[in-house]
């Protein structure tokens, strides 16, 4: 109710102003009265925030020196520290706020467990795609992967995302969930890498002693591999040459040595092939004039160009013939003599 001077008394006697300052003082008493709790509780979760890596260091140190499952070195890492930083979060909860236990916790998640589960459904997918990626382990940091548009080294594998450097220095994260679902190629999964390219050699070469010179050049080259035998096929008969394909393995897959290995083996069988006289053929077409419809066409094609300079000509002689019309009246009238013209005033 009102008081004489004008405030409102709520219904324990005191008014707005004097509730909100009783009200402040304690929660301030509360607060100073819970902050060893609050500092305790920084502690205990300071404490399993290092226990945490010293278990990651742990799991390196026991299972780094492994060749194989990196990736499940890591899975232990990651999960292992996080699920003692979680235990450290609820014990330090249980310190700090009188009342709390992991079961109200767990409640109130379940509360909003369907509005939590689709606000979060990319992110559990990709999580759950990043565990299954690492223990199933189809590349592992350092191979050189395609997926979809992008290509490059493998730069690092995390719980939700896979972190790729492409060649010509860009950084590409990819989601879990794309690299677990769709297809994926791994250059690097094996050593030996089988490259190949196409050559065209004239239709009056030979074939056999061309294939003969271009293995020549790929023994000649040091790049291609001496443990796998090089090929070389005939595929076709092309518009200008006879075309072959030229196939070989190197000993490291990687993508530089995919490009050298290429550059090289052109720059050798370019050279055999000059020196012994084969020809490399231009595309060349040819047109035959001797069929009859050509001639027809090119019969039609006189016809109208001879209809086009007809009127032109015509056009030129009607021209010539009224100049020497006018030429010859001018010489007419040059020729009467002045006693014939007529005389002014007369």
């Keep these: 109710m009102p008081t004489s001077d004008g405030s409102i008394t709520l219904s324990n006697g ?7 300052v009783q009200t402040t003082n304690e929660l301030g008493t509360e607060l100073v009265e819970r902050t060893p709790y609050f500092v305790a509780a920084l502690i205990v979760f300071a404490i399993f925030w290092l226990l945490s890596a010293l278990f990651k260091k742990l799991i390196h140190k026991l299972l780094g020196a492994r060749q194989r499952h990196q ?5 232990f890492q990651r999960v292992g520290g996080a699920l003692i930083l979680f235990i450290g979060f609820m014990i330090a909860m249980v310190i700090a706020i009188p009342g709390f236990t992991p079961a109200k916790l767990i409640g109130a998640l379940g509360i909003g467990s369907v509005a939590i589960g689709f606000a979060f459904k990319d992110i559990f997918q990709n999580l759950l795609s990043g565990i299954l990626l690492l223990l199933s382990e189809p590349f592992r940091i350092g191979d050189q992967i395609i997926s979809g548009d992008y290509e490059g080294t493998v730069e ?11 060649y010509d220095g860009r950084q590409v994260v990819i989601p879990n969930s794309d690299l677990y679902t769709s297809a994926l190629t791994v250059n690097t999964a094996y050593k030996q890498r089988r490259l190949q390219v196409g050559v ?3 239709y009056d070469d030979d074939i056999e002693g061309a294939k003969a010179q271009i293995i020549q050049a790929l023994e000649d080259a040091k790049s291609v591999s001496r443990i796998q035998k090089p090929s070389v096929i005939a595929t076709g008969f092309g518009d200008s040459s006879i075309d072959l394909m030229v196939r ?9 040595n995919k490009v050298a290995s290429i550059h090289e083996v052109i720059v050798q069988i370019k050279s055999k092939l000059d020196a012994a006289g084969v020809n490399i053929p231009f595309p060349i077409r040819t047109l035959d004039l001797s069929d009859a419809s050509v001639d027809a066409v090119v019969e039609k094609l006189h016809d109208k160009q ?10 030129k002689e009607a021209q010539g013939a009224n100049s020497q019309k006018q030429t010859k009246t001018q010489d007419t009238q040059s020729a009467i003599p002045d006693d014939n013209l007529p005389q002014q005033g007369s």
């Design 306 to 315: 001879q209809a086009m300079q007809d009127p032109a000509q015509e056009k």
């Design 248 to 256: 070989w393995f190197i000993d490291d897959g990687t993508q530089a």
């Design 156 to 166: 690092d594998i995390k719980i939700r995302a896979t972190t790729i450097r492409t």
């Design 200 to 202: 065209g050699i004239g």
């Design 14 to 20: 005191l008014t707005i102003y004097q509730q909100v």
């Design 71 to 75: 990736n499940l070195v890591k899975v």
